[in-house]
C-alpha cells in the first residue's frame, strides 16, 4: 500500500516557477516508478513527467526543456520543478506511484498560471 501527499501548488505569473512534492509512505514507494499528471478544468488528465526507481525520466512534450522530475527515495519524496509556467499550465497536479501492476493516486494539488 502506498499513500501519497502533492504539495506545492499555488499561483503565480507566466514565467514564474513552482516546485511540487509528493511524498510517500509505504515500503515499496523507493521501488516503484512515480509519474505526474495534470487535469485541467473540462480536459482528460494527462500525464506530464515519470522517474523510475533508478532515476529515469521521461516527460511530455509540453513541458519538456521546463519541467524537472527528481526523487529522493531516503525521504521518500519526488519532486517536480517547473519553470518557465505558462497559462495552459493550468491544472489540478496529481502523483502516481506504479508498482507491480498496482497504482495510488495522491489527492492532487492546484496550479494556477495567469497571464
Known amino acids: 500500500q502506498v499513500q501519497l501527499v502533492e504539495s506545492g501548488g499555488g499561483s503565480v505569473q507566466a514565467g514564474g516557477a513552482l516546485s511540487l512534492s509528493c511524498a510517500g509512505s509505504g515500503s515499496i514507494f523507493s521501488m516503484a516508478t512515480i509519474a505526474w499528471f495534470r487535469q485541467a478544468p473540462g480536459k482528460q488528465r494527462e500525464w506530464v513527467a515519470s522517474i523510475s526507481s533508478l532515476g529515469g525520466t521521461a516527460y511530455a512534450d509540453s513541458v519538456k526543456g521546463r519541467f524537472s522530475i527528481s526523487r529522493d527515495n531516503a525521504k521518500n519524496t519526488v519532486f517536480l520543478q517547473m519553470n518557465t509556467l505558462k497559462p495552459e499550465d493550468t491544472a489540478v497536479y496529481y502523483c502516481?506511484?506504479?508498482?507491480?501492476?498496482?497504482?495510488?493516486w495522491g489527492q492532487g494539488t492546484q496550479v494556477t498560471v495567469s497571464s
Open positions: 502516481k506511484a506504479i508498482n507491480r501492476g498496482l497504482d495510488y
